[in-house]
């Protein structure tokens, strides 16, 4: 089965091609911009995004939203991440979020899928803590200061093959892949 994915980030599209391909399921890549609303509804963001992506394309499609909820924030910045990132970034958040007593955080994946007839979203977490200091390649946003819970490393340090067995990406798309293989049933 071959399933279009819109992003353009190059990191989330070979994570969905090495996770979904485990199940035969084959991530076409589609580019293009679509106005992201900005609000820290991560529901409301995948749905509109979800949308915009099956108006553009016509054929079944699916997106994703990942962000961290904050436990020093209650939640923030949630859908906002990208902004929240592209503004603090790795060192800055570390130092921040990844000392003192309440270094909590929730790393959230949300897709959205349309078929033509619906919509539907699929959600993955992993709960965790802030690194005091950024550990790891630095290339794929805040990896680098995230360390799952029960693990010493930050996702950066795994690398893909352990990372992609544990995120929250990992969990949304099996619970996405089993919705897609029901339906061929």
């Not at 890549?29 to 609303?37: K, L, S």
């Not at 690398?159 to 089993?178: E, P, T």
């Amino acid at each position: 089965m071959r399933i279009r994915f819109l992003s353009r980030n190059e990191h989330k599209i070979e994570e969905a091609r090495v996770i979904l391909s485990g199940v035969g399921i084959t991530v076409v890549p589609v580019h293009f911009a679509i106005d992201e609303p900005q609000t820290a509804d991560t529901a409301q963001i995948v749905r509109l995004k979800t949308l915009q992506a099956f108006h553009h394309v016509g054929h079944p499609i699916f997106v994703e939203q990942t962000g961290l909820e904050i436990d020093r924030l209650a939640g923030f910045p949630g859908g906002l991440t990208q902004v929240f990132w592209d503004t603090l970034r790795e060192d800055r958040v570390a130092d921040l979020f990844g000392r003192g007593e309440d270094t909590g955080v929730t790393a959230r994946t949300r897709i959205g899928y349309c078929d033509g007839r619906q919509i539907e979203q699929f959600e993955g977490h992993v709960r965790g803590r802030f690194a005091p200091e950024p550990r790891g390649p630095r290339d794929f946003q805040w990896d680098c200061v995230f360390i799952p819970e029960g693990e010493t490393q930050t996702f950066a340090e795994m690398g893909a093959d352990r990372k992609n067995s544990i995120s929250m990406r990992r969990r949304a798309l099996d619970a996405f892949a089993s919705r897609l293989r029901e339906s061929l049933r």
